[in-house]
């Protein structure tokens, strides 16, 4: 495997914020949605992903947004993206509709503050 992103994690009070930088693609993607999942205990209300220093998000990675949002909605947490309008990912999560399961602020306090 090869791990060409990393990941991570604090808690701020009810919410999981893990900062995801470099590259997410077939070859990591399961181990990314893992690590994700395996930081958000039961108790907290959402999971808000920064993807300010993600490079780059093949559909593997665009699968796993997906297969995130879904597990936590069954778990009655959400899932809040950061892409920053400067950000390459941005036309990438729109063409795939990555809004639709997740909602996609483009800086971090308002992901927080929602």
């Given at each position: 495997m090869t791990t060409l992103a990393e990941i991570d994690v604090e808690r701020r009070g009810g919410t999981v914020l893990a900062r995801l930088t470099g590259e997410v693609?077939?070859?990591n993607a399961?181990?990314?949605?893992?690590?994700?999942?395996?930081?958000?205990?039961?108790?907290?209300?959402?999971?808000?992903?920064?993807l300010e220093g993600c490079l780059y998000?093949?559909?593997?990675?665009i699968e796993v947004v997906f297969d995130i949002?879904?597990?936590?909605?069954?778990?009655r947490q959400e899932l809040r993206l950061v892409v920053p309008d400067s950000s390459p990912l941005g036309r990438v999560l729109a063409l795939t509709d990555v809004n639709?399961?997740?909602?996609?602020?483009?800086t971090l306090g308002a992901a927080l503050a929602q």
């Open positions: 693609d077939m070859t399961a181990h990314v949605r893992d690590e994700l999942l395996a930081a958000v205990p039961n108790d907290v209300l959402a999971l808000v992903v920064d998000l093949d559909s593997a990675a949002s879904r597990r936590l909605q069954r778990r639709s399961v997740a909602p996609v602020h483009t």
